[in-house]
């Protein structure tokens, strides 16, 4: 005998029986009410039939979006906004977001975009979902034609734009950007790859009015957008401008990526000679090897188009062995430029040795005749990153330690070492100096270097704390109008006493290879 059809009420008491212990089981069972009793399956059951897909181990997308759709409801719609992130985003690797593309895209419609300028208390699961699968095509190859069809569904005017963070192993807390600044990112490099000049350059500058506070040189890359924009245009002096103006700026000057579009831009309109001046600028300013490998393949073309081509095989060289220490796949615009100088791949030098002949290099094109300048250190600054020069004419000068030839840990003991160098201008059109050779060392001459003998028994005064935590305290003793750098750990016996303002007893021992000065507190005077 058939066992007896249960009704409506009997089906929903056991699906919510079932929902918390046996949320498939739950679903199975609002899925046979929808079935049996569609008259009168109403919003509540369509929303507890969601629920249930929520937390169960799989879904079935295409009820979830019928429910949906016929039963237009806030909370509806917003509970399914939340199931497609669980089960297509949240937790899922680049392949998987992109796989459940068709998913993601149905919220635009089928849970309607939150007004989070406005009120951010709660996230905004479509907002989340949508920039997630841009991020997924904005890796390896940026698939500028999806992501600016995706970004086309949000409004960028009910986008929050308060910065958000996430907490790091290595670094603690770090701040990203906000969603309002993350769509105007790829919003306006989607554009700009597409070639939709104008529209990119509207939204570049709505993007620079409407952002306080700025991410990942977000600033620098609208407005250098703006410049590419108005190249791409036909105008090219306005772009010209535009981007010196950006290159005199003091965020803009040492940003390598800058000179590089410089110089692209150059060298497609012919201009060869500028545009190789803006690509060896571009080294100078650069960063580790690996990260310039564009710019080496952008300075080889450039060098073909000056009659140069020999010279450029070494850049060749210096692109295989990078791609063969960081692993990385060939690509066609790579091999031509191997089979071109019939580079010898499995057998390259490791690219330290080979950039130590492109500095030689780079330095020669980018000071050409200038003759060095001979000076004396007089200064370094307490963050160990730069000082000044004197030169014989009495020339005083801003130096950057990353602009020494001989590469060191600190340049504390420098004050006072005779150096050569080529005296340059800085984006304010102050002197610099570059290229520095330094030609005495005057930790290496104790009867000309009063930094290399022991101080003893010196009276000072604490000026600044640097950093008081667990590990100690960090700061500064002023003494004869010199500040010297202390640190004392933990476990010393008057570390409360160490405070600004506090007399000092202390003794300073001479440096051990190019590392500070060793300042040891003895006693605290009052």
């Known amino acids: 005998m058939d066992s007896p059809i249960e009704t409506k009420q009997e089906l929903d008491s056991k699906a919510k029986s079932n929902l918390a ?57 917003g509970l399914y906004g939340w199931l497609v992130f669980d089960k297509c985003v949240k ?99 989607a554009l700009l790859k597409l070639k939709k000049f104008e529209s990119c350059k509207e939204l570049c500058s709505i993007a620079l009015q409407s952002i306080q506070k700025f991410h990942y040189d977000n600033d620098l890359w609208f407005k250098m957008r703006i410049a590419l924009s108005e190249d791409g245009l036909g105008n090219s002096e306005k772009s010209e401008e535009l981007f010196k103006e950006l290159l005199s700026s003091k965020a803009g000057s040492g940003k390598w990526f800058l000179y590089r579009d410089i110089s692209q831009i150059y060298l497609e309109q012919s201009n060869f000679e500028k545009a190789w001046k803006y690509a060896v600028d571009a080294t100078f300013y650069g960063n580790e090897p690996h990260f310039l490998i564009g710019l080496y393949l952008l300075q080889a073309r450039i060098l073909f188009k000056l009659n140069r081509a020999s010279e450029a095989s070494i850049l060749a060289e210096l692109i295989a062995s990078i791609l063969k220490e960081q692993e990385w796949n060939d690509k066609l615009e790579y091999n031509k430029l191997f089979s071109y100088f019939k580079t010898d791949r499995l057998n390259v030098k490791p690219v330290k040795e080979i950039i130590r002949t492109l500095n030689t290099f ?47 840990k600190s340049i504390d003991n420098l004050k006072g070492a005779n150096v050569v160098f080529y005296s340059m201008k800085n984006f304010e059109g102050k002197d610099i100096a ?56 933990p476990n010393y016996h008057s570390i409360s006493k160490i405070t600004v303002g506090t007399k000092v007893l202390f003794d300073i021992l001479p440096p051990k290879d190019d590392k500070k000065d060793q300042t040891r507190i003895k006693k605290i005077i009052a």
């Open 362 to 408: 780079w330095q020669n094109e980018r000071y050409g005749n200038k003759t060095k300048t001979k000076g004396i250190i007089i200064s370094i600054l307490h963050n160990g990153k730069g000082g000044k020069i004197k030169d014989s004419n009495g020339t005083v000068l801003d130096f950057l330690k990353k602009d020494l030839v001989r590469k060191l």
């Open 91 to 189: 937790g899922k690797e680049r392949t998987e977001i992109i796989n459940n593309e068709q998913h993601i895209l149905s919220l635009i419609n089928l849970s309607p975009q939150k007004n989070l300028k406005e009120d951010d208390k709660f996230p905004c699961p479509t907002t989340i979902s949508i920039l997630k699968l841009c991020d997924a095509h904005a890796e390896n190859l940026f698939n500028a034609q999806k992501i600016n069809d995706f970004l086309s569904g949000l409004d960028y005017n009910l986008l929050s734009d308060k910065a958000q963070s996430k907490e790091t192993q290595t670094r603690g807390e770090v701040e990203l950007s906000s969603d309002l600044e993350k769509y105007f990112a790829l919003k306006t490099k």
């Open 434 to 489: 570059e290229s520095i050779e330094v030609l005495n060392f005057p930790t290496q001459n104790n009867s000309n270097n009063q930094n290399s003998q022991k101080k003893q028994n010196l009276e000072g005064e604490i000026v600044k704390i640097l950093h008081d935590n667990e590990r100690g305290k960090v700061g500064f003793i002023k003494c004869n109008g010199n500040e010297h750098y202390f640190s004392v750990n």
């Open 21 to 77: 212990s046996n949320p498939n089981e739950a679903v199975k069972i609002y899925k046979s009410m929808y079935e049996q009793y569609p008259d009168q399956f109403n919003n509540w059951d369509a929303f507890y039939s969601i629920k249930a897909m929520r937390i169960s181990n799989s879904f079935d997308i295409f009820w979830a979006s019928e429910l949906v759709e016929k039963y237009k409801d806030e909370k509806i719609c």
